[in-house]
């Protein structure tokens, strides 16, 4: 059965920390990893990792796919308040792109 | 146990007809929600419902209807209407509206 695991599972900063969220699966015919952000409605897309070792950034996130170690993080930099969310990690599979969801991070910046 | 259940898994049906796909929580929330997720793409919304007897479109709702009646169930049928109806489909709930969604394990829609 496809696994997928998250850590932690809550963590709480202040503004301007730098925080790490750990991704980490166990899955047959790995295709993508994929991370969202979920606040109120649909969880928003942030990254799509295939190859592993390449960082991916989008302003104060990035986020790198391990291959070896069958992980990824996500790094957020110089945290703010908007960034208090749920981080969910989701793996694709061959077999007709379904998705395994991790259980989820849940982020609180403080001010 | 508690939890989200989707069934089947995979689902084949002809191009023209309409398919259920069905969508069941045990764990007492009240919100719930359907998503479609293709290759290369993020989830996008098509349903969701905050109560029991109520729904609301979502981002991508043409070609789709849904129900609730119950409050633990919130089945998407897929009409002959939406034009690219292969996907996988998830289902999730959340206790309310905006907190932390729980999601199914999805099904796999395959129109031949």
């Known amino acids: 059965e496809d696994k997928v695991v998250q850590s932690p599972l809550s963590l709480v900063v202040h503004e301007g920390d730098t925080v790490t969220l750990n991704c980490s699966y166990e899955?047959?015919?790995?295709?993508?990893l994929l991370w969202y952000k979920q606040e109120k409605k649909a969880p928003t897309f942030l990254f799509m990792l295939?190859?592993?070792?390449i960082e991916k950034k989008s302003g104060r996130l990035s986020s790198i796919l391990d291959k070896k170690e069958l992980s990824s993080i996500l790094n957020i930099t110089a945290t703010q308040t908007g960034d208090s969310a749920i981080y969910l990690c989701a793996v694709e599979v061959d077999a007709g792109n379904m998705l395994t969801f991790g259980g989820g991070t849940r982020l609180m910046v403080k001010p | 146990d508690g939890g989200i259940t989707q069934s089947p898994k995979y689902l084949f049906r002809k191009e023209g007809q309409n398919v259920t796909l069905s969508c069941e929580q045990n764990?007492?929330?009240?919100?719930m929600y359907w998503y479609r997720q293709d290759p290369g793409q993020g989830l996008r919304l098509i349903y969701y419902?905050?109560?029991?007897?109520?729904?609301q479109k979502g981002d991508i709702a043409e070609g789709y209807s849904v129900s609730r009646e119950k409050k633990e169930s919130f089945p998407l049928t897929v009409t002959s209407a939406q034009k690219n109806p292969t996907a996988f489909y998830l289902c999730?709930?959340?206790?309310?509206?905006?907190?932390?969604?729980?999601f199914g394990p999805g099904t796999r829609l395959t129109v031949l």
């Open positions: 764990l007492n929330h009240d919100a």
């Open positions: 899955v047959t015919n790995f295709r993508s």
């Open positions: 999730a709930s959340s206790i309310d509206w905006g907190n932390e969604q729980f």
């Open positions: 419902s905050q109560i029991v007897n109520d729904f």
């Open positions: 295939t190859s592993s070792g």
